[in-house]
C-alpha cells in the first residue's frame, strides 16, 4: 500500500490524500486550499489542472466533513465516482444547492454508517464520528494488506460531542492527524462557555441589538446562541439559508431547533437572497419556512431592537441598512481570517460605521495541543503522520514518544 498526501504536510486545508493498493485507488478528501480565491488565476488553473491528474482512475472518494477546504473540488471528480460520507454530511451538502450547486449531483452518492464497516476491492473502511464545527464530520479507518491507516479528519474535543474520540480505533499502524492548532498555544472554550459568554454579552447592554456573525452550518454554536437568546427571553432571527439548514438537521436530530418548531426563532428575508431564489426558481426553500408565522421585518427589529439577536454574513448588509436602532453590537463567532476576506469588505465597512465591536465570541473546530496529546495518547499509534498542518515541525516536539513520519505534498510513502 502507497500512502500520499497531495495536499496538507505544510499547508492548514485543502486536504487530499491518496491510497493505493494493488486493486484500488481511493482519495480521501478533495478541498480547496483556504486561499484559493486570494490567488492569481494562473495560481488556480494550476490547482484545478494538477487535482485533475489526482483523481484519474480513483475508484471512490471518501469525505470527512462538509467544508470546502474537504470537498471544494468535487466538481473535478468523473461523472458517477462513488463518494462516501455519512448521511449528515451528504444532507449538509445537498444545502449548497441553495445558494449554488450540490456539489455531489454528478456523484454516486454512498451513505455510510458509523462504525459499519465497508468494502472496497479488498480495502476495508470504517467512519467513526468524532467532533468538529461540521455536522456529520467523521475520522476514517482504512484496512489492507495487513496494515491500519486512520485518517483523523478535522477534530476536535471541546465540542458538545467531545468524547466521541475514545470509540476511535487503537494501536493503529499510521494516525494522519490534523494539527491546525498544532503551533497556537492555546486553550480552546467549550461550547457552553460560549453559551456563557454570549449571555454576558447580552446582560452587559439588555436594550442593545445584538448581532453574531456564524456560520450557518455551525449547528453548535448556532445552538448555543439559540440557549443564550432563550436564557434571556430573546428571540434568535435568522436568514432563509440558515433556516433551511436547521430545517435539514433537525429532520436528523429533532433536538435540533427550527424556525418552524419553536416560536423563538424568526427568519429575515435579505432581498438579494430571496430575489436569488426565485430566479433560480427554487421558492420551496421561502415557502418551506411558513413565512406568514415565521418572517420578521426590519421595522419590527428597528421598533424593539432588545428584543433580538440576529445572525448575520456579509451577503445580508443591504437588510441591515434598514434597520434603525439606537444601539447595535457586533460579535464575530467565527475564524477571524474571513474578516479581511476581499468578499466582506462592504459588510466590514457597513459593521464599522454602525456598530460597536465586541471581542470575538469563539471557539475553534480544531483540537488544542493538550486534546491532540490526548488523542494520540488513546489511538496510541505506531506512526503519527501530520496533516492539516503549516508546524509538521512542531509534531516531534510535543510528541517525543512517537514515531513521526513527516512528508511533503505529492511525495509516495510506502506503508
Request: charged residues 25%; contains cysteine; negative net charge.
Amino acid at each position: 500500500m502507497t500512502l500520499t498526501i497531495h495536499r496538507g504536510t505544510h499547508e492548514i486545508g485543502g486536504s487530499c490524500v491518496e491510497l493505493h493498493t494493488a486493486e484500488a485507488k481511493i482519495l480521501i478528501d478533495f478541498g480547496l486550499p483556504l486561499d484559493y480565491e486570494k490567488r492569481t488565476p494562473e495560481e488556480q488553473e494550476q490547482i484545478r489542472r494538477t487535482a485533475t491528474e489526482w483523481c484519474k482512475g480513483v475508484d471512490a472518494l471518501f469525505l470527512s466533513h462538509a467544508h470546502a477546504d474537504h470537498y471544494g473540488l468535487f466538481d473535478l471528480l468523473p461523472n458517477d465516482t462513488p463518494v462516501y460520507a455519512t448521511e449528515d454530511t451528504f444532507a449538509m451538502l445537498a444545502l449548497d444547492g441553495i445558494l449554488g450547486k450540490d456539489p455531489t449531483t454528478h456523484l454516486k452518492k454512498c451513505p455510510m454508517r458509523g462504525y459499519q464497516p465497508y468494502e472496497i476491492s479488498g480495502l476495508t473502511i470504517t467512519a467513526y464520528p468524532i467532533d468538529h464545527s461540521a455536522y456529520g464530520a467523521c475520522a476514517l479507518l482504512f484496512e489492507a494488506e495487513g496494515k491500519r491507516v486512520l485518517y483523523s479528519g478535522d477534530v476536535r474535543l471541546h465540542g458538545v460531542k467531545g468524547k466521541l474520540y475514545k470509540q476511535l480505533p487503537r494501536e493503529v499502524d499510521y494516525l494522519l492527524l490534523e494539527g491546525t492548532n498544532i503551533a497556537r498555544e492555546q486553550h480552546n472554550p467549550t461550547e457552553q462557555d460560549v453559551e456563557n459568554e454570549f449571555i454576558k454579552t447580552f446582560d452587559d447592554a439588555p436594550y442593545a441589538l445584538n448581532l453574531v456573525w456564524c456560520s450557518s452550518k455551525n449547528i453548535d454554536r448556532i445552538c448555543a446562541l439559540f440557549r443564550a437568546c432563550r436564557r434571556r427571553g430573546k428571540t434568535l432571527v435568522i436568514d432563509p439559508y440558515t433556516a433551511n439548514v436547521l430545517a435539514a438537521v433537525s429532520k436528523l436530530n429533532p433536538k435540533i431547533p427550527s424556525a418552524t418548531t419553536t416560536e423563538q426563532i424568526k427568519v429575515y428575508f435579505p432581498p438579494r437572497l430571496t430575489t436569488r431564489l426565485t430566479e433560480r426558481d427554487q421558492r420551496q426553500y421561502i415557502y418551506s419556512l411558513n413565512p406568514r408565522e415565521n418572517k420578521i421585518t426590519y421595522t419590527e427589529i428597528s421598533t424593539t431592537p432588545e428584543r433580538y439577536v440576529m445572525l448575520v454574513r456579509p451577503s445580508v448588509v443591504e437588510f441591515l441598512q434598514k434597520i434603525d436602532a439606537p444601539q447595535i453590537r457586533f460579535i464575530k463567532s467565527i475564524w477571524s481570517g474571513y474578516w479581511d476576506d476581499p468578499n466582506t469588505e462592504r459588510f466590514r465597512h457597513w459593521v464599522e460605521a454602525n456598530c460597536e465591536q465586541l471581542p470575538d465570541i469563539h471557539s475553534s473546530g480544531h483540537a488544542d495541543i493538550t486534546s491532540l496529546q490526548r488523542i494520540v495518547k488513546f489511538v496510541q499509534p505506531k506512526h503519527l503522520v501530520p496533516i492539516h498542518t503549516d508546524s509538521p515541525n512542531r509534531f516531534a516536539e510535543l510528541f517525543p514518544d512517537s514515531s513521526i513520519i513527516s512528508s511533503n505534498d505529492n511525495k509516495e510513502m510506502n506503508i
